[in-house]
Protein backbone atom coordinates (compact mmCIF):
# COMPACT_ATOMS: atom_id res chain seq x y z
CA UNK A 1 0.00 0.00 0.00
CA UNK A 2 1.04 3.38 -0.80
CA UNK A 3 1.73 5.63 2.46
CA UNK A 4 2.46 9.04 2.98
CA UNK A 5 5.22 10.51 5.01
CA UNK A 6 2.98 10.67 8.15
CA UNK A 7 2.27 7.21 7.48
CA UNK A 8 5.54 5.88 7.41
CA UNK A 9 6.09 7.76 10.35
CA UNK A 10 3.64 6.15 12.41
CA UNK A 11 4.74 2.35 10.64
CA UNK A 12 8.28 3.55 12.18
CA UNK A 13 6.58 3.77 15.63
CA UNK A 14 4.88 0.23 15.09
CA UNK A 15 8.07 -1.18 14.35
CA UNK A 16 9.36 0.39 17.31
CA UNK A 17 7.32 -0.96 19.73
CA UNK A 18 7.82 -4.92 18.20
CA UNK A 19 11.36 -4.14 18.70
CA UNK A 20 10.48 -3.19 22.42
CA UNK A 21 8.42 -6.99 22.62
CA UNK A 22 5.36 -5.33 23.03
CA UNK A 23 2.67 -6.32 19.89
CA UNK A 24 0.87 -3.21 17.84
CA UNK A 25 -2.50 -5.40 17.33
CA UNK A 26 -2.67 -8.16 19.94
CA UNK A 27 -4.99 -11.42 19.55
CA UNK A 28 -6.72 -10.58 22.60
CA UNK A 29 -8.38 -8.14 24.84
CA UNK A 30 -9.19 -7.44 28.48
CA UNK A 31 -12.17 -5.14 29.45
CA UNK A 32 -13.82 -5.65 32.77
CA UNK A 33 -15.95 -1.99 32.25
CA UNK A 34 -17.00 0.23 29.47
CA UNK A 35 -15.97 4.12 30.03
CA UNK A 36 -19.38 4.78 31.15
CA UNK A 37 -19.80 2.16 33.39
CA UNK A 38 -16.62 2.78 35.17
CA UNK A 39 -17.43 6.70 35.82
CA UNK A 40 -20.59 5.25 36.94
CA UNK A 41 -18.96 2.62 39.44
CA UNK A 42 -16.28 5.25 40.97
CA UNK A 43 -19.34 8.10 41.99
CA UNK A 44 -21.44 5.33 43.18
CA UNK A 45 -18.50 4.00 45.74
CA UNK A 46 -17.95 7.76 46.37
CA UNK A 47 -20.96 8.00 47.33
CA UNK A 48 -21.24 5.27 49.60
CA UNK A 49 -17.37 6.05 51.13
CA UNK A 50 -16.22 2.68 49.58
CA UNK A 51 -12.75 1.68 48.28
CA UNK A 52 -12.75 2.94 44.60
CA UNK A 53 -12.81 -0.35 42.00
CA UNK A 54 -10.02 -1.51 39.87
CA UNK A 55 -11.57 -1.39 35.92
CA UNK A 56 -9.78 -2.45 32.58
CA UNK A 57 -11.24 -0.34 30.23
CA UNK A 58 -10.33 0.58 26.17
CA UNK A 59 -10.68 2.95 23.79
CA UNK A 60 -9.31 5.55 21.19
CA UNK A 61 -6.73 7.83 22.75
CA UNK A 62 -7.81 11.59 22.01
CA UNK A 63 -5.23 13.42 23.95
CA UNK A 64 -2.01 13.00 25.28
CA UNK A 65 -0.08 14.62 27.75
CA UNK A 66 3.74 14.12 29.04
CA UNK A 67 4.84 15.66 32.10
CA UNK A 68 8.44 13.75 32.61
CA UNK A 69 8.14 10.89 35.00
CA UNK A 70 3.95 11.61 34.49
CA UNK A 71 1.37 11.54 31.79
CA UNK A 72 -1.79 12.41 31.09
CA UNK A 73 -4.43 11.06 28.34
CA UNK A 74 -7.97 10.68 27.50
CA UNK A 75 -9.31 7.55 25.54
CA UNK A 76 -12.99 7.39 24.31
CA UNK A 77 -15.29 4.13 23.82
CA UNK A 78 -18.86 4.36 22.29
CA UNK A 79 -20.03 5.26 25.46
CA UNK A 80 -18.31 7.57 27.27
CA UNK A 81 -14.18 9.11 27.88
CA UNK A 82 -12.19 8.35 30.66
CA UNK A 83 -8.58 10.17 31.80
CA UNK A 84 -5.52 7.57 32.37
CA UNK A 85 -3.10 8.85 35.08
CA UNK A 86 -0.01 7.30 34.03
CA UNK A 87 3.16 7.64 36.13
CA UNK A 88 6.41 5.98 35.57
CA UNK A 89 6.93 4.00 38.73
CA UNK A 90 3.36 2.42 38.38
CA UNK A 91 3.87 1.42 34.47
CA UNK A 92 6.69 -0.81 33.59
CA UNK A 93 9.65 1.30 32.55
CA UNK A 94 9.59 -0.03 28.52
CA UNK A 95 5.91 1.04 28.39
CA UNK A 96 6.02 4.49 29.48
CA UNK A 97 8.50 5.07 27.27
CA UNK A 98 6.92 3.22 24.62
CA UNK A 99 3.55 5.26 25.28
CA UNK A 100 5.62 8.61 25.44
CA UNK A 101 7.61 7.62 21.93
CA UNK A 102 5.33 5.18 19.97
CA UNK A 103 1.90 5.81 21.22
CA UNK A 104 -0.27 8.61 18.81
CA UNK A 105 -3.52 9.87 18.75
CA UNK A 106 -6.33 7.86 17.33
CA UNK A 107 -4.87 4.34 18.69
CA UNK A 108 -6.57 2.10 20.78
CA UNK A 109 -5.23 1.09 23.75
CA UNK A 110 -6.16 -1.26 27.22
CA UNK A 111 -5.59 0.17 30.69
CA UNK A 112 -5.69 -0.93 33.85
CA UNK A 113 -5.67 0.10 37.52
CA UNK A 114 -7.94 1.55 40.39
CA UNK A 115 -10.14 4.92 39.73
CA UNK A 116 -9.07 7.48 40.93
CA UNK A 117 -9.71 11.34 40.98
CA UNK A 118 -6.91 13.59 40.44
CA UNK A 119 -5.78 17.07 42.10
CA UNK A 120 -8.38 18.51 39.86
CA UNK A 121 -11.32 16.42 40.46
CA UNK A 122 -10.95 14.78 37.44
CA UNK A 123 -12.40 10.32 37.43
CA UNK A 124 -9.14 8.81 36.43
CA UNK A 125 -7.83 5.19 35.32
CA UNK A 126 -4.34 5.47 37.26
CA UNK A 127 -2.67 2.93 35.24
CA UNK A 128 -0.71 0.06 36.41
CA UNK A 129 -0.80 -1.58 33.21
CA UNK A 130 -1.12 -0.10 29.74
CA UNK A 131 -0.55 -1.90 26.08
CA UNK A 132 -1.33 -0.99 22.72
CA UNK A 133 -4.50 -3.13 21.04
CA UNK A 134 -4.34 -1.34 17.85
CA UNK A 135 -1.90 0.89 16.05
CA UNK A 136 -3.81 3.70 13.85
CA UNK A 137 -1.06 3.95 10.93
CA UNK A 138 -3.81 6.88 9.29
CA UNK A 139 -4.03 9.99 11.74
CA UNK A 140 -7.56 10.84 12.02
CA UNK A 141 -8.92 14.08 10.41
CA UNK A 142 -8.11 16.82 12.81
CA UNK A 143 -11.67 18.48 14.43
CA UNK A 144 -11.30 22.01 15.74
CA UNK A 145 -14.00 23.01 18.73
CA UNK A 146 -15.26 26.55 19.12
CA UNK A 147 -17.74 28.30 21.22
CA UNK A 148 -20.20 30.46 19.19
CA UNK A 149 -22.93 31.93 21.27
CA UNK A 150 -22.60 29.30 23.68
CA UNK A 151 -23.08 26.36 22.19
CA UNK A 152 -19.43 24.31 20.53
CA UNK A 153 -19.37 24.23 17.09
CA UNK A 154 -16.89 21.66 15.67
CA UNK A 155 -15.25 22.44 12.41
CA UNK A 156 -13.94 19.20 10.54
CA UNK A 157 -10.39 18.75 8.64
CA UNK A 158 -12.41 16.91 5.68
CA UNK A 159 -12.35 19.90 3.01
CA UNK A 160 -14.32 18.25 1.08
CA UNK A 161 -17.81 17.29 2.07
CA UNK A 162 -18.31 14.16 -0.14
CA UNK A 163 -14.70 12.90 1.45
CA UNK A 164 -16.58 12.67 5.22
CA UNK A 165 -19.21 10.31 3.24
CA UNK A 166 -16.61 8.13 1.16
CA UNK A 167 -14.68 7.87 4.29
CA UNK A 168 -17.87 7.67 6.63
CA UNK A 169 -15.63 5.34 9.41
CA UNK A 170 -13.15 8.41 9.46
CA UNK A 171 -16.11 10.66 9.92
CA UNK A 172 -17.77 9.00 12.50
CA UNK A 173 -14.31 8.21 14.62
CA UNK A 174 -13.94 11.98 14.45
CA UNK A 175 -17.45 13.89 14.92
CA UNK A 176 -19.62 12.65 17.89
CA UNK A 177 -22.36 14.85 15.86
CA UNK A 178 -22.47 12.57 13.84
CA UNK A 179 -22.31 9.52 15.76
CA UNK A 180 -24.77 11.13 17.70
CA UNK A 181 -27.27 11.16 14.33
CA UNK A 182 -27.58 7.68 13.60
CA UNK A 183 -28.10 6.57 17.54
CA UNK A 184 -31.02 8.99 16.99
CA UNK A 185 -31.84 7.39 13.36
CA UNK A 186 -31.81 3.42 15.26
CA UNK A 187 -33.85 4.96 18.06
CA UNK A 188 -36.33 6.71 15.56
CA UNK A 189 -36.75 3.06 13.57
CA UNK A 190 -37.31 0.81 16.85
CA UNK A 191 -39.94 3.19 18.13
CA UNK A 192 -41.42 2.82 14.61
CA UNK A 193 -40.96 -1.10 14.87
CA UNK A 194 -42.23 -0.67 18.92
CA UNK A 195 -45.57 1.14 17.88
CA UNK A 196 -46.45 -0.47 15.01
CA UNK A 197 -46.06 -4.11 17.17
CA UNK A 198 -48.01 -2.20 20.15
CA UNK A 199 -50.83 -1.90 17.95
CA UNK A 200 -51.18 -5.25 16.58
CA UNK A 201 -48.95 -5.60 13.62
CA UNK A 202 -46.71 -8.57 12.65
CA UNK A 203 -43.45 -7.88 11.17
CA UNK A 204 -42.30 -9.83 7.86
CA UNK A 205 -40.45 -9.52 5.28
CA UNK A 206 -40.90 -9.91 1.32
CA UNK A 207 -38.78 -10.50 -1.81
CA UNK A 208 -35.82 -8.15 -2.60
CA UNK A 209 -35.20 -9.73 -5.83
CA UNK A 210 -38.16 -10.02 -7.46
CA UNK A 211 -39.66 -11.29 -11.23
CA UNK A 212 -41.73 -8.32 -11.80
CA UNK A 213 -41.39 -4.73 -9.87
CA UNK A 214 -44.39 -2.40 -8.84
CA UNK A 215 -46.08 -1.06 -6.09
CA UNK A 216 -44.52 2.34 -6.81
CA UNK A 217 -43.60 4.66 -9.73
CA UNK A 218 -39.93 4.23 -10.63
CA UNK A 219 -37.58 2.67 -13.01
CA UNK A 220 -36.04 -0.36 -11.26
CA UNK A 221 -32.03 -1.72 -10.95
CA UNK A 222 -31.86 -4.58 -12.93
CA UNK A 223 -29.96 -7.44 -12.72
CA UNK A 224 -29.69 -11.50 -14.37
CA UNK A 225 -29.72 -14.65 -12.59
CA UNK A 226 -27.70 -17.46 -14.18
CA UNK A 227 -28.58 -20.79 -13.39
CA UNK A 228 -32.36 -19.47 -13.90
CA UNK A 229 -31.56 -17.96 -16.61
CA UNK A 230 -33.99 -15.02 -15.65
CA UNK A 231 -33.74 -11.41 -15.45
CA UNK A 232 -34.58 -10.03 -11.70
CA UNK A 233 -35.27 -6.54 -10.27
CA UNK A 234 -34.31 -5.15 -7.35
CA UNK A 235 -37.85 -4.06 -5.44
CA UNK A 236 -38.99 -1.04 -5.58
CA UNK A 237 -41.48 -1.07 -3.36
CA UNK A 238 -42.96 -3.78 -0.72
CA UNK A 239 -46.66 -3.16 -1.46
CA UNK A 240 -47.76 -6.02 -3.82
CA UNK A 241 -46.30 -8.61 -1.65
CA UNK A 242 -47.78 -7.23 1.66
CA UNK A 243 -51.33 -7.00 0.54
CA UNK A 244 -51.02 -10.62 -0.67
CA UNK A 245 -50.36 -11.35 2.94
CA UNK A 246 -53.70 -9.40 3.68
CA UNK A 247 -55.22 -12.16 1.47
CA UNK A 248 -53.35 -14.97 3.32
CA UNK A 249 -55.64 -13.77 6.27
CA UNK A 250 -52.98 -11.71 8.46
CA UNK A 251 -54.98 -8.22 9.11
CA UNK A 252 -52.05 -6.33 9.80
CA UNK A 253 -48.87 -6.41 8.22
CA UNK A 254 -45.70 -3.96 7.74
CA UNK A 255 -41.85 -3.99 6.59
CA UNK A 256 -38.60 -2.14 7.45
CA UNK A 257 -36.43 -2.13 4.92
CA UNK A 258 -34.55 -1.43 1.58
CA UNK A 259 -35.95 -0.24 -1.60
CA UNK A 260 -34.08 0.71 -4.76
CA UNK A 261 -34.59 3.02 -7.68
CA UNK A 262 -32.68 3.76 -10.46
CA UNK A 263 -33.05 7.44 -9.92
CA UNK A 264 -31.38 10.50 -9.68
CA UNK A 265 -29.50 11.69 -6.47
CA UNK A 266 -30.20 14.25 -5.21
CA UNK A 267 -30.47 16.21 -1.09
CA UNK A 268 -33.89 13.90 -0.46
CA UNK A 269 -32.83 11.20 -3.12
CA UNK A 270 -30.83 8.01 -3.06
CA UNK A 271 -30.89 4.94 -5.18
CA UNK A 272 -30.97 2.54 -2.45
CA UNK A 273 -33.11 3.86 1.08
CA UNK A 274 -35.11 2.67 3.37
CA UNK A 275 -38.63 2.51 3.39
CA UNK A 276 -41.05 1.53 6.03
CA UNK A 277 -45.07 -0.10 4.67
CA UNK A 278 -47.73 -1.23 6.50
CA UNK A 279 -50.84 -2.46 5.50
CA UNK A 280 -53.96 -2.99 7.60
CA UNK A 281 -57.22 -4.64 6.97
CA UNK A 282 -60.45 -2.83 7.14
CA UNK A 283 -58.93 0.46 7.55
CA UNK A 284 -59.13 3.28 4.30
CA UNK A 285 -57.02 6.28 4.13
CA UNK A 286 -58.23 8.16 7.39
CA UNK A 287 -57.80 5.69 9.39
CA UNK A 288 -54.60 5.70 7.75
CA UNK A 289 -54.17 9.60 8.72
CA UNK A 290 -55.37 9.05 12.16
CA UNK A 291 -52.51 6.06 12.73
CA UNK A 292 -50.05 7.87 11.32
CA UNK A 293 -49.91 11.37 13.00
CA UNK A 294 -50.13 8.93 16.13
CA UNK A 295 -47.26 7.37 15.10
CA UNK A 296 -44.96 10.16 13.89
CA UNK A 297 -45.29 12.08 16.77
CA UNK A 298 -44.97 9.24 19.21
CA UNK A 299 -41.60 7.94 16.97
CA UNK A 300 -40.11 12.09 17.65
CA UNK A 301 -41.27 11.93 21.32
CA UNK A 302 -38.93 8.63 21.98
CA UNK A 303 -36.46 9.80 19.51
CA UNK A 304 -35.71 13.21 20.73
CA UNK A 305 -37.50 14.04 23.71
CA UNK A 306 -40.46 16.16 21.64
CA UNK A 307 -43.10 15.67 19.85
CA UNK A 308 -41.79 19.74 18.58
CA UNK A 309 -39.20 19.98 16.50
CA UNK A 310 -36.51 22.20 14.97
CA UNK A 311 -35.71 21.56 11.26
CA UNK A 312 -33.59 24.26 9.41
CA UNK A 313 -34.59 26.73 11.32
CA UNK A 314 -38.64 27.11 11.74
CA UNK A 315 -39.72 25.15 14.64
CA UNK A 316 -42.44 22.51 13.80
CA UNK A 317 -45.34 21.15 15.79
CA UNK A 318 -45.99 17.23 14.71
CA UNK A 319 -48.39 16.57 17.78
CA UNK A 320 -52.13 15.18 15.92
CA UNK A 321 -54.01 16.61 14.49
CA UNK A 322 -52.43 17.79 11.26
CA UNK A 323 -53.85 20.17 8.58
CA UNK A 324 -55.50 18.42 6.14
CA UNK A 325 -55.95 19.54 2.59
CA UNK A 326 -57.13 18.07 -0.71
CA UNK A 327 -54.66 18.24 -3.56
CA UNK A 328 -57.12 20.65 -5.47
CA UNK A 329 -57.51 23.34 -2.87
CA UNK A 330 -53.25 23.61 -2.09
CA UNK A 331 -53.07 23.45 -5.38
CA UNK A 332 -55.00 26.61 -6.25
CA UNK A 333 -54.55 28.31 -3.08
CA UNK A 334 -50.26 28.49 -3.83
CA UNK A 335 -50.72 28.00 -7.71
CA UNK A 336 -53.86 30.41 -8.88
CA UNK A 337 -54.93 27.35 -10.77
CA UNK A 338 -57.80 25.17 -10.69
CA UNK A 339 -56.72 22.16 -12.15
CA UNK A 340 -60.54 20.92 -12.45
CA UNK A 341 -61.34 23.89 -14.48
CA UNK A 342 -58.91 22.08 -17.18
CA UNK A 343 -59.83 18.86 -17.63
CA UNK A 344 -57.35 17.68 -20.29
CA UNK A 345 -53.98 17.30 -20.52
CA UNK A 346 -53.52 19.76 -23.41
CA UNK A 347 -55.77 22.80 -21.48
CA UNK A 348 -53.94 22.32 -18.12
CA UNK A 349 -50.52 22.54 -19.67
CA UNK A 350 -51.39 25.84 -21.37
CA UNK A 351 -52.52 27.45 -17.80
CA UNK A 352 -49.66 25.87 -15.78
CA UNK A 353 -46.77 27.40 -18.85
CA UNK A 354 -48.68 30.75 -18.96
CA UNK A 355 -48.43 30.91 -14.78
CA UNK A 356 -45.10 30.24 -14.74
CA UNK A 357 -45.38 26.70 -13.57
CA UNK A 358 -43.01 24.29 -14.36
CA UNK A 359 -44.64 22.27 -16.76
CA UNK A 360 -43.17 18.16 -17.61
CA UNK A 361 -43.69 17.69 -21.03
CA UNK A 362 -45.79 15.13 -22.92
CA UNK A 363 -47.25 14.53 -19.39
CA UNK A 364 -50.59 13.09 -19.04
CA UNK A 365 -53.04 14.98 -17.22
CA UNK A 366 -52.56 13.40 -13.38
CA UNK A 367 -48.90 13.74 -14.20
CA UNK A 368 -48.78 17.56 -14.79
CA UNK A 369 -50.97 17.95 -11.80
CA UNK A 370 -48.74 15.52 -9.46
CA UNK A 371 -44.88 16.67 -10.25
CA UNK A 372 -46.19 20.48 -11.90
CA UNK A 373 -48.35 21.97 -9.17
CA UNK A 374 -47.51 19.72 -6.61
CA UNK A 375 -44.11 20.14 -7.08
CA UNK A 376 -44.86 23.89 -6.64
CA UNK A 377 -46.94 23.47 -3.16
CA UNK A 378 -44.23 21.20 -1.60
CA UNK A 379 -41.04 23.19 -0.58
CA UNK A 380 -44.80 25.40 1.00
CA UNK A 381 -45.43 22.89 3.27
CA UNK A 382 -43.74 22.91 6.44
CA UNK A 383 -45.93 22.59 8.93
CA UNK A 384 -47.19 18.64 9.43
CA UNK A 385 -49.76 18.34 6.22
CA UNK A 386 -51.94 15.55 5.02
CA UNK A 387 -52.78 16.39 1.04
CA UNK A 388 -56.04 14.46 -0.31
CA UNK A 389 -57.44 13.10 -3.22
CA UNK A 390 -54.93 12.34 -6.17
CA UNK A 391 -56.32 11.77 -9.85
CA UNK A 392 -57.00 8.55 -10.80
CA UNK A 393 -54.24 8.57 -13.66
CA UNK A 394 -51.21 8.47 -11.36
CA UNK A 395 -53.09 6.40 -9.07
CA UNK A 396 -53.57 2.41 -10.07
CA UNK A 397 -53.72 0.77 -6.73
CA UNK A 398 -56.12 3.33 -5.39
CA UNK A 399 -59.94 3.35 -5.13
CA UNK A 400 -61.79 6.03 -6.77
CA UNK A 401 -63.44 8.37 -4.97
CA UNK A 402 -67.28 7.36 -4.82
CA UNK A 403 -68.40 11.05 -5.38
CA UNK A 404 -65.62 11.74 -8.26
CA UNK A 405 -64.27 8.92 -9.98
CA UNK A 406 -61.60 10.79 -11.63
CA UNK A 407 -59.65 10.83 -8.10
CA UNK A 408 -58.89 8.14 -5.90
CA UNK A 409 -58.53 8.34 -2.00
CA UNK A 410 -55.10 9.15 -1.94
CA UNK A 411 -52.85 11.42 0.17
CA UNK A 412 -49.45 12.02 0.81
CA UNK A 413 -47.99 13.88 3.74
CA UNK A 414 -45.69 16.34 3.83
CA UNK A 415 -43.46 18.26 6.69
CA UNK A 416 -40.94 20.60 7.07
CA UNK A 417 -40.84 20.96 3.03
CA UNK A 418 -40.30 17.60 2.40
CA UNK A 419 -42.64 14.30 0.90
CA UNK A 420 -42.47 12.07 3.61
CA UNK A 421 -45.12 9.47 2.97
CA UNK A 422 -47.95 7.80 0.73
CA UNK A 423 -50.72 6.12 1.45
CA UNK A 424 -54.48 5.17 -0.18
CA UNK A 425 -57.70 3.20 0.29
CA UNK A 426 -56.01 0.03 -1.50
CA UNK A 427 -57.84 -1.04 -4.27
CA UNK A 428 -59.04 -4.73 -3.86
CA UNK A 429 -61.83 -5.43 -6.88
CA UNK A 430 -59.88 -7.69 -9.23
CA UNK A 431 -61.45 -6.54 -12.19
CA UNK A 432 -60.82 -2.78 -11.87
CA UNK A 433 -57.11 -3.49 -11.09
CA UNK A 434 -56.83 -5.43 -14.05
CA UNK A 435 -58.27 -2.47 -15.86
CA UNK A 436 -56.19 -0.31 -14.68
CA UNK A 437 -53.26 -1.98 -15.38
CA UNK A 438 -54.27 -2.02 -19.16
CA UNK A 439 -55.37 1.27 -19.28
CA UNK A 440 -51.84 2.31 -17.79
CA UNK A 441 -50.38 0.38 -20.55
CA UNK A 442 -52.04 2.10 -23.37
CA UNK A 443 -51.61 5.87 -21.70
CA UNK A 444 -47.93 5.00 -20.88
CA UNK A 445 -44.63 4.85 -23.11
CA UNK A 446 -43.07 1.20 -21.87
CA UNK A 447 -39.98 3.28 -20.99
CA UNK A 448 -41.71 5.18 -18.83
CA UNK A 449 -41.38 5.14 -15.17
CA UNK A 450 -44.44 6.10 -14.12
CA UNK A 451 -45.69 2.94 -16.42
CA UNK A 452 -47.13 0.46 -13.68
CA UNK A 453 -46.75 -3.37 -15.07
CA UNK A 454 -49.35 -5.88 -15.12
CA UNK A 455 -49.15 -8.33 -12.24
CA UNK A 456 -51.18 -11.03 -13.35
CA UNK A 457 -50.03 -12.68 -10.17
CA UNK A 458 -51.12 -9.92 -8.14
CA UNK A 459 -54.82 -10.03 -9.54
CA UNK A 460 -54.76 -14.26 -9.33
CA UNK A 461 -54.34 -13.24 -5.42
CA UNK A 462 -56.83 -10.54 -5.20
CA UNK A 463 -59.25 -13.14 -6.81
CA UNK A 464 -59.02 -15.40 -4.03
CA UNK A 465 -60.31 -11.91 -2.06
CA UNK A 466 -58.35 -9.51 -0.56
CA UNK A 467 -60.34 -7.53 2.74
CA UNK A 468 -60.88 -3.75 2.33
CA UNK A 469 -57.79 -1.94 3.81
CA UNK A 470 -55.63 0.95 3.68
CA UNK A 471 -51.90 0.98 2.91
CA UNK A 472 -49.07 3.26 4.33
CA UNK A 473 -45.34 4.17 3.46
CA UNK A 474 -42.68 6.63 5.10
CA UNK A 475 -39.17 7.54 3.20
CA UNK A 476 -37.76 6.40 7.04
CA UNK A 477 -34.27 8.59 5.96
CA UNK A 478 -36.33 11.93 5.79
CA UNK A 479 -38.33 10.92 8.47
CA UNK A 480 -34.67 11.07 10.24
CA UNK A 481 -33.53 14.23 8.23
CA UNK A 482 -36.32 15.42 10.09
CA UNK A 483 -35.60 14.67 13.39
CA UNK A 484 -31.65 15.13 13.39
CA UNK A 485 -32.50 18.86 11.47
CA UNK A 486 -29.92 17.36 8.23
CA UNK A 487 -30.39 19.11 5.16
CA UNK A 488 -28.98 15.89 3.51
CA UNK A 489 -30.52 12.68 2.89
CA UNK A 490 -26.80 11.96 2.26
CA UNK A 491 -26.19 12.89 6.16
CA UNK A 492 -28.40 9.98 7.43
CA UNK A 493 -27.37 7.17 5.28
CA UNK A 494 -24.18 5.44 6.43
CA UNK A 495 -22.95 4.71 3.37
CA UNK A 496 -24.81 7.19 0.98
CA UNK A 497 -24.22 6.03 -2.91
CA UNK A 498 -21.72 8.24 -4.69
CA UNK A 499 -20.20 8.84 -7.98
CA UNK A 500 -17.09 6.63 -8.48
CA UNK A 501 -14.11 9.31 -7.90
CA UNK A 502 -12.89 8.06 -11.74
Same mark, same amino acid.
Given at each position: ?248 ? +? ?27 ? +? ?177 ? +? ?44
Amino acid at each position: MELTDLEEQRVEKLRDLEQRGLKGYPNRVHRTHTMAQALAAYRAAEAEKEEAPSVAVTGRLRSMRTMGKISFADIEDGTDTIQLFLRLNELDDQVYEAFTESFDLGDFVEAEGPLMRTRTGEISVLAQRLRMISKAVSPLPVIKEKEVDGEVVRYSSFSDVEERFRQRYADLASNPDVRQTFRTRACAIKAMRDFLDDHGFLEVETPILQPLYGGAAATPFTTHHHQLHQDLYLRISFELYLKRLLVGM +YDRVYEIGRDFRNEGVSHKHNPEFTQMEF +YAAYWDYRDVMDFCEEMVAAIAEEATGSSVITYQGREIDLSPPWRRVTLRDIAREVTGIDYAEHPTAEELSSTMEAEGVPTPQGATWGHLIDKGLLGTVEPTLIQPTFVLDYPRDISPLAKRKPEDPTHVERFEFFIGGLEMGNAFTELNDPFDQEARFEEMGRLYDPDDEEAHPMDED +YIRAMKYGMPPNGGFGIGVDRLVMLLTDQPSIREVILFPLLRGKE
